[in-house]
């Protein structure tokens, strides 16, 4: 953005803001208001890279068609205990307008309810939420740059500190120095030989009837000789991948959760829900050759057509419950990512006047494609076999609007902290799964979080 678009671009929303706020002398109203420009075309995750907030946020979708990059907090909805999911989404939909479609708040929940927070994952809390300060908002109706702020009757200096804060705001573009790093330790948690120990272990529990199915997880942490900047990081995996939805939460200058995750849990607008069952896995092939043989003996493996026909089944019943509506793909689809494919099934159903967002996640989250099934038995699995507590990871993130409300499950993701990666996975086991092919199966998961990384 040359000189002279930055000064009208600041100018134009400076002066919308102070509109705005003459406006609203005198009301007693709390709320939040939204002011925006159309400027130029800016790429959303590089201007992101350029801010100098400790406080980041970016969103974009699975075509890439929507981006949202974000800095600093006009309002957050966040705590430590377990959450009350139907008086979260309540108190989400207090300042949320119809006159702002635009306006939302993005973030999530944590996936082992009511644990205490791991290292690393103590700023993100059990659940947090917010309605970034600035927004770079790309769309097919264009690219605007918006502020949001929290109005209060009486509140003084107001206009002054989001001038103040606006100035700040960056628009000269320059692309961010990745830069050469060594990695001085790969630690896997669990590492080799516990893995197969928690694989057979699983693999009896569920010869003994206990349940079908459990989703285990592993984490690799490596750590560099120097802080590894992530926003950089995310930019580089976006430009590797293909059909997912990226995503990044910075709630303070030290910690990062990012990804690029292919598996939407929901989408729901106004009352049509779209959601999907991916389950199953094998690598892309180097060839054209290759690659169909893999999705021939993924669409023809009794193991994996079993995992995905008991995610299939359990997000039909949900829907079943809350919906009056539904359809669903006849046949069983290939997925192809940049490196791995997965089997799919899509379902769009028309919800019940009843169902809450709050319903959605309570009776969606875990499929058995993140957790197992039964759920709760295949949970008390996952708390007893995995040797770390998830965090964020594989849990529902998104965004809530007014009549407009997105989840994914963060899988395909990592955690930044300065000079440490922890790059996070899972795999689903049932009858038939073996401890080597499991591994691996993770293993060609992260590979392209381990290139993002030049490694």
Not at 291 to 299: F, Q, S, T, V
Not at 341 to 363: N, P, R
Not at 369 to 377: C, E, N, R, S
Request: glycine fraction near 6%.
């Amino acid at each position: 953005m040359d000189q002279l678009a930055l000064s009208t671009a600041k100018q134009r929303l400076t002066d919308l803001l102070l509109s705005s706020c003459k406006k609203l002398q005198g009301s007693q109203e709390e709320r939040i208001i939204r002011c925006q420009i159309e400027v130029e075309d800016i790429a959303a995750m590089q201007w992101l890279a350029c801010q100098y907030s400790s406080t980041k946020t970016y969103w974009a979708n699975r075509n890439q068609e929507f981006k949202m990059a974000g800095i600093g907090i006009a309002h957050e909805i966040s705590g430590q205990d377990i959450p009350d999911l139907h008086k979260i989404f309540n108190q989400l939909q207090t300042f949320l307008d119809p006159q702002y479609p635009d306006l939302r708040y993005y973030g999530g929940f944590q996936f082992n309810k009511g644990a205490p927070a791991e290292k690393g994952w103590e700023s993100f809390g059990s659940y947090r939420f917010i309605i970034p300060q600035f927004e770079l908002h790309r769309s097919p109706a264009g690219t605007f740059l918006a502020s949001n702020y929290h109005f209060r009757p009486n509140e003084e200096n107001l206009v002054d500190e989001l001038i103040e804060k606006l100035n700040e705001v960056q628009f000269e573009i320059t692309l961010s120095d990745w830069g050469e790093r060594t990695v001085l330790h790969r630690l896997d948690i669990p590492d080799r030989q516990d893995w197969d120990k928690s694989i057979l272990q699983a693999l009896s529990e569920m010869d003994a009837g206990k349940y079908e199915k459990v989703v285990l997880a592993r984490k690799a942490i490596l750590t560099f000789n120097d802080p590894v900047n992530p926003t950089a990081y995310l930019l580089r995996l976006r430009r590797m991948s293909e059909e997912t939805f990226n995503f990044y939460f910075q709630p303070d200058e030290d910690h990062a959760f990012l990804g690029a995750t292919p598996e939407r849990l929901f989408r729901r607008k106004g009352r049509t829900i779209h959601t999907e069952a991916i389950a199953g896995t094998r690598p892309r092939g180097k060839t054209t050759y290759d690659d169909e043989r893999y999705a021939k003996d993924l669409l023809s493996s009794d193991k994996e057509i079993r995992e995905h026909s008991i995610v299939v089944d359990a997000i039909a019943s949900v829907l079943d419950m809350h919906c009056h509506h539904v359809q669903v793909d006849e046949n069983t689809q290939i997925t192809r990512l940049s490196h791995v494919q997965h089997l799919c099934k899509h379902f769009v159903g028309e919800l019940d006047q009843e169902t809450s967002d709050a319903d959605l996640i309570m009776d969606l989250h875990p499929t058995p494609a993140l957790g197992g099934f039964p759920t709760d038995i295949a949970l008390k699995a996952i708390d007893r076999l995995e040797p770390f507590k998830r965090g964020w990871y594989a849990a529902p993130i998104g965004f809530v609007g007014f009549d407009h409300t997105e989840f994914v499950v963060a899988i395909r993701s990592a955690l930044i902290q300065k000079e440490q990666v922890c790059l996070y996975s899972g795999a689903g086991i049932v009858k038939g799964s073996y401890p080597a092919e499991e591994w691996q199966e993770i293993e060609d998961k992260i590979s392209k979080f381990l290139k993002a990384l030049d490694l």
